[in-house]
């Protein structure tokens, strides 16, 4: 009788408890976004979430999944896990992640594409890296980017964000700020480079990071 008492109180405060955790959320979709960068990434869309006022509670944004795409998408199916046991699961998780050189990097795609449950999980991609999607609030770009001895792909699209934004700084936590004057410019070039990217069955350079961007730009519908 009294293990079955303790239960029911037990099983009554953890009701109570996901029904506070649901109050404190703004009625709007909750979104989890796992990057692959610790830093860079995550100040970026942190930027990007406190210019629109979204609320921390339905936006979790975290850059401590590890530095592999593969990694990336295991720490969300983790996370995901975690809160569909505690009852309140996300409504969206997104995997920000380059292409780079990261041997995963197809497999991460894949595994994306068929996890479950369906319309959950996305790909955010960016070939060869992010700095692309910050080039192209400056200039429309398809031209494709290959390694060079003593150079790579990521640092060529590097170098030539410096040209325009000369004080870039990987990991810097105004780049959203200090960018957002131009981001429809950059939303449709990306929009423009991802079909073209598509038609020449290429996706070098693509980036989706726009997607993402659109999302949370209507999120409060």
Not at 62 to 75: A, D, K
Not at 125 to 146: D, G, I, N
Request: charged fraction near 20%.
């Amino acid at each position: 009788m009294g293990t079955d008492n303790l239960f029911h109180r037990r099983k009554a405060r953890l009701a109570q408890s996901l029904q506070r955790r649901k109050a404190t959320r703004a009625p709007y979709a909750k979104v989890l976004i796992v990057c692959e960068g610790s830093k860079t990434e995550p100040h970026y869309f942190e930027g990007l979430k406190n210019h629109y006022q979204l609320s921390s509670t339905n936006i979790e944004i975290t850059g401590e999944s590890g530095s592999s795409p593969i990694s990336v998408f295991e720490y969300a199916q983790q996370r995901y896990d975690q809160e569909k046991l505690a009852g309140d699961p996300f409504d969206r998780v997104y995997c920000v992640f380059d292409k780079d050189t990261h041997s995963s990097y197809q497999d991460a795609c894949d595994r994306i594409e068929k996890a479950t449950p369906k319309n959950t999980y996305f790909s955010i991609t960016s070939v060869p890296c992010f700095e692309y999607w910050l080039l192209l609030h400056y200039r429309y770009t398809t031209a494709p980017y290959q390694p060079l001895p003593g150079n790579s792909a990521a640092n060529q699209v590097l170098s030539q964000l410096k040209n325009y934004f000369p004080g870039y700084q990987k990991g810097s936590k105004n780049i959203f700020a200090e960018l957002s004057g131009q981001l429809e410019f950059a939303k449709n070039n990306a929009q423009r480079a991802l079909a073209a990217a598509i038609q020449q069955h290429t996706d070098n350079p693509s980036t989706k990071i726009h997607e993402l961007v659109e999302f949370l730009q209507n999120i409060k519908g």
